[in-house]
């Protein structure tokens, strides 16, 4: 089993829906919870950045993690075509502490 | 201010060869990390350099190996390439004062995709 588990999708929405997108994990001692979000063969590009439980609201971008549950999500208001990319969560802390543990990536596609 | 650089963009080589990649960290930056990224895969964890020595090492062979320099930029050297070495490479920056207190927030550079064939 990952330590780090994404729903690959792809995701497919309509422009200006709202997008939720989701990973578990197993590890209790990730403390460091960040949402990227990578175009076709670019580089990953840091999101939002959560330390602990709780939300934290970015423009029209809402990370919430609940660690009882070992469950983190990225919301995505008014979607946009421009969203269109692969999102991935990354988690850090314990002994991963130095190193950010990725899951695989869920693929988002917003039609016009 | 300057993100990450990495050079070059693509790479083609052949089994058996050795490969060089460089980078350069974000502009106040000390510490680099290097990561491979398999087609529709989350990247994985190779190495961190800080104060130019390895700090940690993720699960990848000793045919693997970096080095940084004083001006923190870092090279990462592959030898002996297999087919299976083909992925993407990327660089991230990030502040050694944050490591090692659980707090990584790293940025990354575009990548270099290296092709073995």
């Known amino acids: 089993q990952k330590e780090v588990e994404q729903d690959p999708g792809p995701l497919s929405v309509p422009e200006g829906a709202i997008v939720s997108l989701n990973c578990t994990y197993s590890n209790s001692a990730f403390q460091y919870f960040m949402w990227y979000r990578q175009y076709s063969r670019k580089g990953p590009e840091l999101l939002m950045y959560?330390?602990?439980?709780g939300n934290k609201e970015d423009g029209r971008f809402t990370a919430q993690v609940d660690k009882s549950s070992k469950y983190i999500s990225l919301f995505i208001r008014d979607s946009q075509p421009s969203d269109s990319a692969t999102y991935l969560c990354a988690m850090s802390g314990g002994d991963s502490s130095y190193k950010l543990i990725f899951g695989s990536g869920t693929r988002l596609l917003v039609r016009p | 201010d300057a993100g990450v650089t990495q050079s070059p963009t693509h790479l083609i080589k052949t089994r058996g060869q050795q490969v060089t990649l460089r980078c350069s960290p974000k502009?106040?930056?000390?510490?680099v990390s290097w990561y491979q990224q398999a087609l529709g895969q989350g990247p994985q964890f190779i190495f961190q350099y800080y104060e130019e020595e390895e700090r940690q090492r993720g699960n990848f062979p000793d045919r693997f190996s970096g080095h940084q320099f004083p001006n923190y930029s870092s090279e990462l050297n592959v030898n002996a390439l297999l087919l299976g070495d083909s992925a993407l490479y990327l660089c991230?920056?990030?502040?050694?004062?944050?490591?090692?207190?659980?707090?990584?927030?790293?940025?990354f550079g575009p990548g270099t995709r290296l092709t073995v064939t």
């Open positions: 502009s106040g930056h000390d510490t």
């Open positions: 991230a920056s990030s502040l050694k004062a944050h490591t090692g207190t659980g707090r990584v927030e790293q940025y």
């Open positions: 959560t330390y602990s439980s």
